[in-house]
């Protein structure tokens, strides 16, 4: 028995690793990385990765405020603080094992704030619930602001949908069947988790109470505000990498919308903060857009790593800082805990 968890924890850790290496090497056999560095000194605007930044670190603060708001209306009342950092430390988890963070992030709350972990994980499952509300919504408008692009690019070149098809080598097919394939996979596994956790009463009865605290939320307004800041954030913390290099900085706000959506469905792919999916399919979108390949590799390999370093960073920061941040202190009994201050 043992030995079969040993087994599928292994799997769990290795399988994504594989997965998004194996993806990152097809795409960049071959690949001069050599040239990176004369693309990182002299071809790139680094005013504009710089102002992007900051975005990225509110997208995650934001989602810190959030969760602190979703967990009032079931009486608990963690700090923000201890919020924040729970959320930069689970993001930089998630990249030694992809998806762990949503539990990480709970345990955080639960040493630090002594939360309730069921509740606290389904309020996780009420904000990824609402974020999927969000991107698909934002699916749509993409598409939408879309239609007449294509639509009049396919009337003035004769180019039609199978000519598009074309353009991908058996390669790109497998990559792409092999992304579908391993989003599947994930699906069936936290529907068996899921399954697990129906058997044991007090985790259902707390995640239930976490899934039904949103409608007890004191400031809807200010729920919704945070939910479409996060993305909006989200989107800006990429948007304005387009300006970096000269190949994406006349793609315009249509492409950049299409390619954030695109890129945020690869991320269901379990690797470690997408890599592998995510640049496949933004390069894909990139060249789809007239950005020549070897412009399209520069751009999603160097977004990607500078933003997976910001991830790292802020991890550690939180690390330190919940390193000396103080725990409840009991008085009269372990029954008895003093709350922190808000």
Not at 6 to 31: C, D, E, H, Q
Not at 170 to 175: A, C, E, Q, R
Not at 232 to 243: A, K
Not at 249 to 273: E, Q
Request: with cysteine; hydrophobic share 50%.
């Amino acid at each position: 028995m043992r030995m079969k968890k040993l087994f599928n924890n292994t799997v769990k850790i290795a399988l994504p690793l594989v997965l998004g290496s194996a993806i990152l090497y097809w795409m960049y056999r071959g690949f001069d990385f050599s040239s990176i560095e004369h693309v990182l000194l002299h071809e790139m605007n680094w005013t504009w990765m710089i102002l992007s930044l900051p975005f990225g670190i509110l997208a995650q603060a934001f989602r810190g405020w959030r969760w602190k708001q979703s967990l009032e209306p079931i009486g608990e009342h963690p700090r923000s603080s201890v919020c924040v950092n729970s959320i930069f430390l689970s993001y930089a988890v998630s990249l030694l094992i992809p998806r762990i963070g949503e539990f990480a992030r709970c345990g955080v709350l639960n040493r630090y704030d002594k939360i309730a972990f069921p509740k606290a994980l389904g309020t996780v499952v009420t904000e990824r619930a609402v974020d999927s509300i969000i991107v698909l919504l934002i699916s749509v408008i993409a598409f939408l602001m879309q239609i007449g692009i294509f639509t009049n690019f396919f009337s003035k070149t004769g180019t039609r949908i199978d000519d598009i098809f074309e353009m991908f080598s058996p390669m790109g097919w497998l990559v792409t069947a092999i992304c579908g394939i391993a989003s599947v996979i994930l699906f069936y596994y936290v529907l068996r988790h899921l399954a697990f956790y129906k058997k044991v009463k007090e985790m259902l009865g707390g995640i239930w109470q976490g899934i039904n605290s949103l409608r007890k939320v004191k400031n809807i307004p200010l729920f919704i505000f945070y939910s479409f800041a996060i993305w909006g954030s989200y989107f800006l913390h990429y948007y304005l990498t387009f300006y970096c290099l000269e190949a994406t900085s006349g793609l315009g706000l249509s492409c950049a919308l299409v390619s954030f959506v695109v890129g945020s469905l690869a991320v269901i792919v379990p690797t470690p903060n997408g890599a592998g999916p995510w640049h496949f399919a933004v390069k894909t979108m990139l060249i789809l857009y007239g950005v020549a390949d070897n412009q399209a590799l520069y751009f999603v390999l160097i977004v990607h790593t500078i933003q997976t370093l910001l991830v790292i960073l802020l991890g550690v920061y939180a690390w330190i800082v919940l390193s000396f941040t103080k725990t409840p202190v009991a008085l009269g009994g372990p029954a008895e805990l003093t709350r922190p201050a808000k």
